[in-house]
């Protein structure tokens, strides 16, 4: 049975750190992503990371955020840095399959305040 589980949301200040964690188990994943879905908007990519290394972000997050993966552990991470209030949001984990299947976590809340 495939698990995706997200931690480390929390609530910190404008300009300030944080560091999202995501397991996942129970298949081969090739590409591993995170998503986030603010309040009355869509969900939309942050940043994803291929088996192999490569990457790609949202403009939005470009230069701020970083995404690495354990492939060891099928863990997925992002240390995001200078937080502003309108990254607050709920972020998803996504991890997909050989099949190109895609399993999604529960989301973790992140809260920038100003």
């Known amino acids: 049975q495939v698990q995706v589980v997200e931690s480390g949301g929390g609530l910190v200040q404008a300009g300030g750190s944080l560091r999202l964690s995501c397991a996942a188990s129970?298949?081969?994943?090739?590409?591993m992503g995170w998503y986030r879905q603010a309040p009355g908007k869509q969900r939309e990519l942050v940043a994803q990371?291929?088996?192999?290394?490569?990457?790609n972000y949202a403009d939005s997050v470009k230069g701020r955020f970083t995404v690495s993966r354990d492939n060891a552990k099928n863990t997925l991470y992002v240390q995001m840095g200078s937080l502003k209030p309108e990254d607050t949001a709920v972020y998803y984990c996504?991890?997909?399959?050989?099949?190109?299947?895609?399993?999604w976590g529960q989301g973790t809340q992140v809260t920038v305040s100003s």
């Open positions: 990371i291929t088996s192999s290394g490569s990457t």
């Open positions: 129970g298949s081969v994943f090739s590409a």
């Open positions: 996504t991890a997909v399959d050989l099949r190109g299947f895609s399993y």
